[in-house]
C-alpha cells in the first residue's frame, strides 16, 4: 500500500561537531511519481551510522557532503511497493542508499541488493548481513590477515562493526581482546560476542590492562576510534603487527592538525603496518562476504545486537545518541511495518 504522504528528514543546518537534533528538520513532501525503469521502495528501516558524521561535515571526507535541505542520506531496508524495471517486483525487499525518508523513487542500480534470508530478520541486512558485517569482514581478513594464534584487539568491541570483528577473529582461531566502554559493554563483549578478555577504558590505566590482557603483545589491532586508545594499543604491538584503520570516533574535528604522540618509531622498530580501509573499496565482492557471513550468523557463530528506535521522529537525534554510546548493538530507526 502506498500512502500520499512521503516524510522525509532533511539537512538543515551544518553541524560544528556532532549533529545534533537541531541540524534536521522532519517535512512532509508528496510520494515520489515512479519514472521509466525506475523502483518505488517504501522503507521499513533507517540505518544510523558512525559515519554519517562525516557525512554531514562541512569538510568533505571520502564522499560528498550532504547538501543542505536535501533528505539525509542513509542505507535503509525497504519493500518495492511499485517498479517499472523487470528485475524488481512489489513485496521483494531490497537494501540501498535510500535515505532518511518513507519512500524512494529509484534507479535499479542504487539498489544494492535484494534481501533473500527469508529466515532471519530484514533488519540484519543493515548490520551484521550489511555495511556492519561486510566491514568487518574484509577489514579484518584482508587488512588484518589474522593468523589462528595470533591476538587481535578491537576497539568499539561491543558496536555493530567490533562485535562482528571479534567474532570473525574467533572464527579463525585468534585470541580476541575487546576495549570498551562502561561494565555492562563489557560483559556483552564476553557473555555474548565470545572475547577472551574485555577493557574498559574509562576506568582509567589502559597501558596495564593491555599488558595484561595481551602477555604476548599485539598482532592486529582493528582501529574504530583513533586518539587515546590507539596510542596505548600501538605499544603493545608484535613485530610485523597490522593495524586496520575503519574509524577515528574519538577525534571530535581534525583541525587544526592534532599533536600527540607519534607512530614512525612504532612502525620502523616493529615492522608495523597501518593500514585505512573503506568497505566502499570492496563493493564488487560484497556477495562474497555475505557467502561466509550468512551461514555464520544462521550457526550461531556470530552473534548480533540491534538498538531500534520507533518512529521517523527519532531520527534528527539519532546520530548524537550514537556518538554519546547510548546504543547496544546497531543503531536502526523503524518507520513501517513489513507488512
Known amino acids: 500500500m502506498v500512502h500520499d504522504i512521503n516524510r522525509q528528514v532533511l539537512l538543515k543546518s551544518r553541524p560544528a561537531d556532532i549533529p545534533e537534533a537541531e541540524n534536521f528538520e522532519i517535512v512532509n513532501a508528496p510520494v515520489p511519481e515512479l519514472g ?3 523502483v518505488l521502495v517504501r522503507n521499513i528501516y533507517l540505518s544510523v551510522e558512525p559515519a554519517m558524521r562525516g557525512w554531514v561535515s562541512e569538510v568533505a571526507n571520502y564522499s560528498e557532503t550532504v547538501p543542505l535541505g536535501t533528505v539525509m542520506r542513509a542505507f535503509t531496508v525497504g519493500c518495492v511497493a511499485a517498479s517499472r524495471h523487470s528485475d ?4 521483494e525487499f531490497v537494501t540501498g542508499m535510500f535515505g532518511w525518508q518513507d519512500y524512494a523513487s529509484i534507479e535499479a542500480k542504487v539498489i544494492q541488493r535484494k534481501v533473500t534470508e527469508t529466515d532471519l530478520p530484514i533488519s540484519t541486512s543493515l548490520g551484521v ?4 558485517g561486510i566491514t568487518a569482514y574484509f577489514g579484518l581478513l584482508e587488512i ?5 594464534g595470533g591476538t587481535v584487539v578491537v576497539s ?3 558496536g555493530a562493526v567490533g562485535s562482528c570483528v571479534g567474532q570473525i577473529a574467533k572464527i579463525k582461531g585468534c585470541r580476541t581482546v575487546g576495549i570498551t566502554g562502561g561494565p555492562e559493554k563489557v560483559r556483552i563483549c564476553r557473555d555474548e560476542f565470545g572475547y577472551d578478555t574485555a577493557i574498559d577504558y574509562k576506568v582509567g590505566g589502559l597501558d596495564v590492562a593491555l599488558a595484561a590482557a595481551c602477555p604476548e603483545g599485539v598482532d592486529v589491532y582493528y582501529d574504530n576510534t583513533a586518539g587515546m586508545i590507539s596510542d596505548e594499543v600501538l605499544k603493545h604491538l608484535n613485530l610485523g603487527a597490522r593495524v586496520v584503520i575503519c574509524g577515528t570516533a574519538s577525534i571530535a574535528n581534525w583541525e587544526p592538525i592534532l599533536k ?3 607512530v614512525e618509531r612504532h ?8 593500514q585505512g580501509f573503506l568497505v566502499l573499496d570492496y563493493a564488487e565482492r560484497y556477495a562474497d562476504a555475505l557467502q561466509e557471513l550468512t551461514p555464520w550468523v544462521r550457526q550461531g557463530l556470530i552473534r548480533y545486537r ?4 520507533e518512529g521517523i521522529e527519532q531520527a534528527p537525534g539519532s546520530i548524537a545518541g550514537l556518538c554519546r554510546g547510548e546504543n547496544f548493538g546497531k543503531r536502526l530507526i523503524r518507520i513501517a511495518s513489513e507488512e
Open 267 to 274: 612502525l620502523l622498530v616493529k615492522r608495523a603496518r597501518i
Open 88 to 91: 524488481y517486483r512489489p513485496g
Open 260 to 262: 600527540g604522540p607519534r
Open 36 to 38: 521509466d525503469n525506475e
Open 144 to 148: 588484518g590477515q589474522p593468523k589462528a
Open 156 to 158: 568499539t568491541a561491543a
Open 306 to 309: 540491534e538498538d531500534i528506535l
Open 129 to 132: 548481513l550489511g555495511l556492519n
